[in-house]
């Protein structure tokens, strides 16, 4: 059995050992084969001490080198699975929130059809944007010809009234049992009480949830380099 053989056979058991063939007839086909079956050095007789020592300090730190190559590739499969479960954690609890939200706002809009009170909501400049059926059959008009007008048109009281309650809401963002007259769709001024409030735009809270999120997936990542 010769040199290569035994190197071979040594590749078959572990492709970590570190192995220099050591020969005393140099050839460039020797070398290109021991090359080709993983040998790490070719050390040619006759040699000294030192020669080996630098032949067993570079298997050594090729060693070194595989070894923390290793420990980083199983740091950072650990680091994948851990931010893999915390995107699945967070995604299962962003579709929760989905969910809850939904289930809100489909009670909350049964509510309102059901209602047989007045519900009508404006922007900020009081365009009207909702008319629920409990507005239409007290007043007369239909959703579709009143959505999109300004709630001021539709005021029987005056103007001085309806601005003096309009600014008493954006000071305390809330008014209750006001008394107005609204002008129905024949015409008549229904004296109606009002009691409204500000809806809050949560857009910018949704948004600020989805940075959060995106801030723990990129913390997970951190934690992977």
């Known amino acids: 059995m010769d040199g290569i053989e035994v190197l071979r056979q040594i590749r078959e ?37 030192e020669d080996v020592e630098k032949i067993v300090e570079k298997g050594i730190g090729r060693l070194e080198e595989r070894r923390r190559v290793k420990e980083t590739l199983e740091h950072s499969q650990k680091s994948k699975e851990i931010l893999e479960k915390k995107i699945k954690k967070i995604e299962k609890e962003k579709k929760e929130l ?39 059959s007290l007043y007369g008009h239909e959703a579709h010809e009143i959505v999109g007008t300004l ?45 409204a409030s500000f809806l809050r735009d949560i857009r910018e809270q949704k948004s600020l949830q989805e940075q959060i999120i995106q801030a723990e997936r990129l913390k997970a990542l951190g934690e992977m380099a």
Not at 166 to 190: H, M, P, S, V
């Open 151 to 195: 709630f001021t048109h539709y005021c029987g009281d005056e103007p001085e009234k309806i601005e003096k309650l309009t600014q008493e809401l954006k000071e305390t963002e809330k008014i209750q049992n006001q008394e107005i007259e609204f002008l129905a769709k024949d015409g008549q001024k229904i004296s109606s009480l009002i009691s």
């Open 13 to 49: 058991l572990s492709l970590d050992t570190e192995v220099a063939i050591i020969t005393a007839y140099a050839s460039i086909e020797n070398a290109s084969e021991a090359l080709r079956y993983g040998a790490s050095d070719y050390l040619i007789k006759p040699f000294n001490k």
């Open 98 to 136: 989905n969910k809850q939200i939904t289930l809100t706002k489909d009670y909350l809009e049964c509510l309102i059809e059901s209602s047989i009170d007045a519900i009508i909501t404006t922007d900020t400049g009081g365009t009207i944007n909702f008319f629920s059926k409990g507005a239409e």
